[in-house]
């Protein structure tokens, strides 16, 4: 299987939650991202977490993260069509400077 | 204010013709990394700088190749283009090995057709 696994596609409805998860392989993974990318775009860096918090929140972003089952979650809190576009989960040991991303769950918002 | 340039945004060349994209970043950071993506793939790191050193994945084409000539810019080489080779190339930098903080900027990607 994949190193970082996410699934390809969540769609929502306008001001409901989104939640995207992903699970990973690599224990030694310190830090854990969230990107986003929009049509057309590069990568956004949304936020990341490292591996000795279990949750982060910033905004209407919620980070979750389970190490014992190697799970990570991000919630979008009252999802708006803005939040259309493609969730790249991505990992990264300590020593190392080239992060492992998963394919990218894309996001669908309806009115 | 653009902080890493790819140009161009959109790329058509011929099966078999060379073409080069171009990549710069006004972060004057250590490292920089050209990523293929193709759709609903993960981005696939096809090699990166740390200052002049060049660090080639194993699995990279020797189609590919790449040059840095200088803190600012770096270029991807395409020698003979295939039709495989049609995706979006991003080029990312960061500022230094290790730590948090130090996290990958993006560029916007050039699309690259292939006829």
């Known amino acids: 299987g994949e190193d970082v696994e996410q699934s390809l596609f969540l769609s929502v409805r306008e001001g409901d939650s989104s939640v995207i998860n992903c699970t990973y392989t690599d224990s030694s993974s310190t830090y854990l991202y969230w990107y986003k990318q929009e049509p057309g775009a590069g990568l956004q860096l949304l936020t990341y977490?490292?591996?000795?918090?279990d949750m982060k929140q910033d905004q209407r972003l919620t980070v979750l993260l389970n190490k014992k089952d190697k799970h990570l979650s991000l919630r979008i809190a009252d999802t708006q069509t803005g939040d259309s576009a493609i969730y790249f989960c991505a990992t990264r040991a300590g020593g190392s400077y080239i992060p492992t991303f998963g394919r990218g769950t894309s996001l669908i918002v309806h009115p | 204010d653009a902080m890493v340039i790819q140009n161009p945004r959109y790329q058509v060349t011929q099966f078999g013709k060379p073409v080069t994209l171009s990549c710069s970043q006004t972060?004057?950071?250590?490292?920089m990394y050209w990523y293929q993506q193709k759709s609903s793939q993960a981005p696939k790191l096809l090699f990166h700088?740390?200052?002049?050193?060049?660090?080639n994945e194993a699995d990279t084409p020797d189609n590919f190749q790449s040059r840095r000539p200088n803190t600012s810019f770096c270029f991807l080489d395409i020698r003979s283009p295939g039709l495989g080779d049609a995706a979006m190339y991003l080029c990312a930098t960061r500022r230094g090995r290790g730590g948090a903080g130090n996290e990958q900027f993006f560029g916007p990607g050039t699309r690259l057709t292939v006829l």
């Open positions: 972060l004057n950071h250590n490292v």
């Open positions: 977490i490292f591996s000795n918090m």
């Open positions: 700088y740390y200052d002049k050193d060049f660090n």
